[in-house]
């Protein structure tokens, strides 16, 4: 069946800025998504997508960036605090606007349209399908390693694998909403129960008396800003996700209560799971063990569960294609609010499939990891410093729930340090060609968004994807 949709009869009023639309013409109405997301699904959904590779890949790189076994424990709990920091300042954005679409509504909202539509042009076309591509090519890289012992798979087999799972993910979120969801509370609770195993494993070691690891744990620690910046990207790397569910606002269920409530669940859960892990991790490996294997939780099955070790493949294959759906299901809903405000092609399959190209694209180039934490992060500065701008300026909007504002505070500064610390301690060609890369949407905002110059064959290609895909427009007319 295709996405359901409900229609409202009472279009928010114009003359609110920060619920204004910025493309609806007089007789037209929004439609919007039904209310089908509730507190288990948006636990799940934030949980699911936070839990993909990273747990089980990016331990060897934080140890190797902060030089000791404590140290890289304060980065994964600090990291943690920073996703609860972040998700406790978008829940207060999102009981101040209450529209789907993350990022790019606050800033559409606050800040209008030009940065709205950067964010958009960069999400669709960089970040989400950078971060998809990474996480799918893990998921093929787990999935298939039982098919080749003793050696590496081959990278056709990979590509081709995740090529599979982006197909997959893509007509199952263009089918139905409710079979996306139930595919992520499904492969939630997976992934939790592998995790849980994980850690019970660590426990029983750490009674055993393994705890060499940890004898002198702060010695050597790396004290330079751009390393710490680099251990904090790949920590913060796990944690991506922690938004998501400001992406459905419209789609919770009570999303003032559900908004707040699912966040202060799943993300210290997450957090408490993620130090437990590292903690059972270097309980069965020494440092240097840790540092040379190329997949840590392999390795610590191979060492803790010997014939059972294969376990531990399928549950990280298990976790990374849940946390792609994840990422899929919120994605789409930027490039459908993006489309409702006249920044994208009027059709939410359109753009998933869209949304599918580049990450293929990205998935055979090889581009994606320092590209997306640089642009997240960017615009995550971007929105928490229009949430300082709402709490100083607007005091007097109706809002459900307030975050102290030293919590947005402390977000922005560190969005500041983690955009900054790279450029200023190790320069690369790469972060011009990001900054060139998200200027160059003026080419397509001034002509298409800014001074609506439609072409006949855009509105012919809008036209045809919205017949062959059986979606319906995302304004009706009124009348």
Known sequence: STMRERKTTDPLPS??????????????????????????????????TMIGSGIFMSPEWVLHHMGNPASSLLIWAACGLLAMFGALSYAELGTIIK?????????????GSFPAFLFAYTSVILVR?????????????????????????????IKCTAAACILILTIINCLNVRLATSVMNIFTAAKLLALLVIVVGGLVLLANGQTQSFQNGFQGTTAGIGAVGVAFYQGLWSYDGWNNLNYVTEELKKPEVTLPRALMIAIPLVTCLYVLVNVSYLAAMTPSELLSSGAVAVTWGDKVLGSWAWLISLSVALSTFGSSNGTFFSGGR????????????????????????????????????????FMAWLFYGLTISGLLYLKIKKPELPRSYKVPIIIPIIVLMAAVYLVLAPIIDQPQIEILYIILFIFSGIIFYFPLVRFKYHPRFLQRVTLHLQLLLEVAPTTRDAN
């Open 15 to 48: 003359t609110d800025p920060l619920h204004s639309s910025t493309d609806l013409s007089e007789g037209k109405e929004k439609l919007r998504l039904k209310q089908e997301v509730g507190l288990i699904s948006g636990v799940s959904l934030i949980a699911g």
């Open 334 to 373: 930027v490039c459908y609010i993006a489309a409702r405000e006249g920044h994208m092609v009027s059709t939410e399959k359109g753009v998933w499939l869209a949304l599918s190209n580049f990450t293929f694209f990205l998935m055979l180039s090889n581009f994606f990891f320092f590209s997306s934490s």
């Open 99 to 111: 529209e789907s679409g993350g990022e790019y509504i606050y800033i559409l909202r606050i800040f």
């Open 129 to 157: 399908p950078a971060g998809l591509a990474a996480v799918c090519l893990s998921f093929a890289e787990y999935a298939i390693a039982p098919f080749y012992p003793g050696c590496s798979s081959p990278q056709v087999a």
